[in-house]
């Protein structure tokens, strides 16, 4: 089984946070936990495109997970980050909640194994909603674990009946 792992790419929607578009994104998406969004307003979310892979591109997906880290704001000693897969259509493949504390930590949800193939993965969003105890949120991640599809393992080369040149090379017969 093969692994990759897909950060997001855009953001659809935000509000509630102290940037926005691309800067939303390239804090988020970067492999950095030193860099944050931070949540400055008591209604807070996110919806976040996802890059594609090539890599699993006609594989079979076998399992996605979503990874958050991030850490409480302000004086609360805890937040909660309602997190969410969707697929293309808008339709919740996975929703969970993650407590945070005062230092940066990463939460997964359980792996979703059933009704996903490579084009499902490709089109999935991320939604992630911060309770009213403010958060920043430093990364978001999916991870993909794939069994990529067989590659032909004949050593045999077939010719059709016509003529054939050979420019250069050897032939054993």
């Keep these: 089984m093969a692994t990759v792992t897909i950060r997001p790419d855009g953001v659809e929607?935000?509000?509630g946070f102290d940037v926005s578009g691309a800067t939303l994104v390239s804090r988020i998406n970067d492999e950095d936990d030193g860099t944050i969004a931070t949540q400055t307003s008591v209604t807070c979310e996110a919806t976040f495109t996802l890059a594609n892979d090539s890599s699993y591109s006609g594989a079979t997906i076998d399992s996605i997970r979503?990874?958050?880290?991030g850490l409480t704001a302000g004086k609360a000693s805890t937040c909660e980050a309602t997190c969410t897969i969707k697929n293309a259509s808008?339709?919740?493949l996975q929703s969970t909640?993650?407590?945070?504390?005062?230092?940066?930590?990463t939460q997964a949800g359980?792996?979703?194994t059933s009704g996903l193939d490579s084009s499902i993965v490709d089109g999935l969003k991320i939604v992630i909603d911060p309770d009213s105890a403010g958060m920043r949120l430093a990364e978001v991640f999916l991870t993909v674990n794939?069994?990529?599809?067989?590659a032909a393992t004949t050593p045999f080369i077939g010719f059709n009946s016509g003529k054939y040149k050979i420019?250069?090379?050897k032939i054993k017969i």
């Design 146 to 150: 794939y069994t990529a599809a067989a």
């Design 167 to 169: 420019v250069a090379g």
């Design 90 to 92: 808008g339709t919740d």
């Design 110 to 112: 359980a792996d979703v």
């Design 97 to 105: 909640t993650h407590t945070f504390g005062n230092t940066t930590s």
């Design 66 to 69: 979503l990874s958050v880290t």
């Design 13 to 15: 929607s935000s509000t």
